[in-house]
């Protein structure tokens, strides 16, 4: 069996690391092998890109970033993928594309800098309201600068990750765009296991997004 490389994302506080915690749980209970994970990551360098966002800015964090994925690539994702396991990514190419912007870095760049990172089976993106989103994230704790800012920085980090699902499918990825809502996470998480059955069982790849969220952007 060839691996299934999924990833979850969206902006800080939409819930997305309970999310993918639980469609790791719904899988594993259907007997497929495995393997949850996340970005940035818990190596030296993973550590460095999360708590040194004060620190390092623009190119230098983005390249950063970049270098713990393809670490985390080589030394994690795809052994995983190798033996045959569901990888369940929290954070991933999204996350660089929507906070690299934000911190000044072209779009251009980001991509020649990701060129050789793995294309997911399928991503992810939860979008919910900026409100919500960006008391949750203060709830939880702020060790990013990323997370600073009230409702307008949400709505800004939202309205790129819409953007962002649009500029994916263009080239090609398979995405599914999912507004939380009013939904509880096993809601959501119910809802994801869906999308994945169909990558599992090798449906077509056509995109699955909410017209209105694009609307909205």
């Not at 999912?178 to 939904?183: A, F, P, R, T």
């Not at 809601?187 to 017209?211: I, K, M």
Request: some cysteine; overall charge negative.
């Amino acid at each position: 069996m060839t691996g299934v490389f999924v990833v979850v994302d969206g902006p800080s506080g939409v819930g997305k690391t309970t999310v993918a915690a639980l469609l790791t749980r719904l899988l594993a209970s259907e007997g497929w092998p495995v393997h949850p994970t996340k970005e940035p990551t818990n190596s030296e360098l993973g550590r460095t890109a999360r708590h040194g966002t004060d620190e390092y800015r623009g190119l230098a964090l983005a390249c950063l970033v970049t270098a713990d994925r393809y670490h985390h690539l080589e030394t994690e994702i795809r052994p995983a993928l190798k033996a045959g396991k569901i990888v369940v990514c929290d954070r991933y190419l999204p996350t660089s594309l929507v906070l690299q912007r934000l911190d000044g870095v072209e779009s251009d760049y980001i991509w020649r800098l990701n060129r050789y990172a793995d294309r997911p089976d399928l991503t992810i993106i939860l979008t919910g309201d900026p409100t919500r989103s960006r008391t949750r994230a203060a709830e939880r704790g702020i060790h990013s600068r990323f997370h600073r800012g009230g409702p307008e920085a949400g709505r800004q980090e939202r309205d790129l990750y819409v953007q962002v699902a649009e500029e994916l499918i263009g080239v090609g990825f398979r995405v599914h765009l999912h507004d939380v809502g009013e939904q509880f996470p096993d809601q959501v998480a119910a809802a994801l296991l869906a999308e994945v059955r169909r990558v599992l069982a090798g449906a077509s790849q056509t995109p699955t997004v909410d017209a209105d969220l694009i609307n909205e952007s």
